[in-house]
């Protein structure tokens, strides 16, 4: 059921994530960009940032406002917190007179990605569909995402090269939703 949660809200959000242990995760500006990292507090979120984006520019701007979510999705996504790109599988340890190996026994914290858009929700369901099939099922990617809070935003706008312009669902300079 969507809702509108104040800036006094999303700070006790953040604080009882923090107190049931999760990994919070969002956007923020760093680098140039707005990219997906840890987050301690909601003043780490791109405050009255956006992006110009377009086939071949990406670059930040300053808005007007003081929006906490005025971004087009960019570059980045969830899927490194999901699916991380690298992980150790085993440890093997030999000496002259026998091998063994170990199983990695992985901590996988859990994850409360904040500022998440409908496209985002679209790509997650494809990687459950993927990762979390009938036949074969990824446990570390099971894990991750049964323990994942989701917080998710509608969109404000849409860059020239979000899908939902590609798809003619949403025009640049008339966009208001694409979350159907």
């Known amino acids: 059921m969507p809702f509108v949660i104040d800036r006094t809200g999303l700070d006790q959000i953040f604080q009882n994530l923090k107190v049931q242990k999760y ?7 760093q680098d140039g960009a707005i990219v997906y990292d840890q987050l301690d507090s909601p003043h780490d979120l791109p405050i009255g940032w956006t992006e110009e984006q377009d086939g071949g520019t990406y ?14 999705v ?5 899927k490194k917190f999901l699916h ?24 996988i914290p859990p994850f409360a990605f904040i ?10 369901q494809m990687q459950d569909e993927v990762f979390l099939g009938k036949n ?3 446990s570390s990617y099971k894990k991750r995402r049964e323990s994942a809070f989701i917080l998710a935003v509608n969109c404000g706008q849409a860059g020239g090269t ?9 025009k640049r300079s008339s ?6």
């Open 23 to 29: 990994q919070i995760v969002g956007p923020t500006p």
């Open 59 to 72: 670059r930040l701007k300053r808005r007007s406002d003081e929006a906490l979510f005025g971004y087009v």
């Open 74 to 78: 960019g570059p980045h996504s969830w």
């Open 84 to 107: 991380p790109p690298a992980r150790r599988l085993f440890q093997a340890k030999g000496s002259k007179e026998s091998f063994a190996v170990i199983p990695e026994t992985e901590e």
């Open 115 to 124: 500022g998440v858009r409908a496209c985002e929700i679209h790509a997650i």
């Open 136 to 138: 074969i099922q990824d």
């Open 162 to 170: 979000c899908f939902c312009v590609s798809m003619r669902r949403a």
């Open 175 to 180: 966009f208001t939703s694409c979350g159907t």
